[in-house]
């Protein structure tokens, strides 16, 4: 079977393919379609962002696809960057600018104040149109300076005080196991 993960992001490919490893299924990304244009994330939640994906994807190609939208929410931030994570330094932002202007709005604050947490809604939207989704939640809080080269986005400023790293300090092993994108939030 073939899954299309529909996203362009190396980093979230290679987690959700190490997640979901089955050897009945095949995965393959929007990189394996340089043709099918960008689908625009201009929605107000997480569910509207994913599903919005999995809809035009899968229509498409008249395949199963998996969509995510996920991010960061940050407490003292009112839930900031929220659904604009990843365009959080403007639309061409780099991880590191978006981890930099994070950390500038949160200097000064102690780590009581820091508190974030992942999010992540997952979509599956199958060719008959009746899809399914999940709502996973990953509770940490932002670090003072990024460590790690693990991951990406905002792996290197989440800091998990049980493990006493961040997110990208971690083994993919670990990250998948504990993850937003790995538990979910819903019985």
Not at 67 to 83: N, T, Y
Not at 137 to 144: D, N, P, S
Request: aromatic share 6%; charged share 25%.
């Amino acid at each position: 079977m073939i899954l299309i993960l529909a996203t362009r992001n190396k980093g979230k490919v290679r987690e959700i393919e190490s997640a979901l490893a089955m050897p009945s299924l095949t995965f393959q990304s929007l990189n394996d379609f340089p043709d099918l244009p960008e689908v625009i994330e201009d929605g107000d939640s997480f569910l509207e962002n994913a599903l919005k994906k999995a809809r035009t994807v899968s229509e498409s190609l008249n395949l199963p696809v998996l969509a995510d939208d996920s991010g960061l929410e940050v407490d003292s931030l009112k839930g900031a960057p929220g659904v604009w994570s990843a365009r959080f330094s403007g639309p061409a932002a780099t991880d590191q600018q978006n981890n930099e202007k994070l950390l500038t709005l949160l200097q000064g604050l102690p780590e009581q104040k820091r508190t974030a947490r992942f999010v992540c809604i997952l979509v599956l939207y199958p060719p008959s149109g009746r899809w399914v989704r999940t709502e996973g939640t990953c509770q940490g809080r932002i670090a003072l300076s990024p460590e790690g080269d693990q991951g990406f986005g905002y792996d290197p400023v989440f800091y998990l005080p049980e493990f006493q790293k961040t997110m990208a300090q971690l083994p993919l092993e670990t990250k998948n196991r504990i993850s937003h994108r790995a538990i979910s939030d819903e019985d």
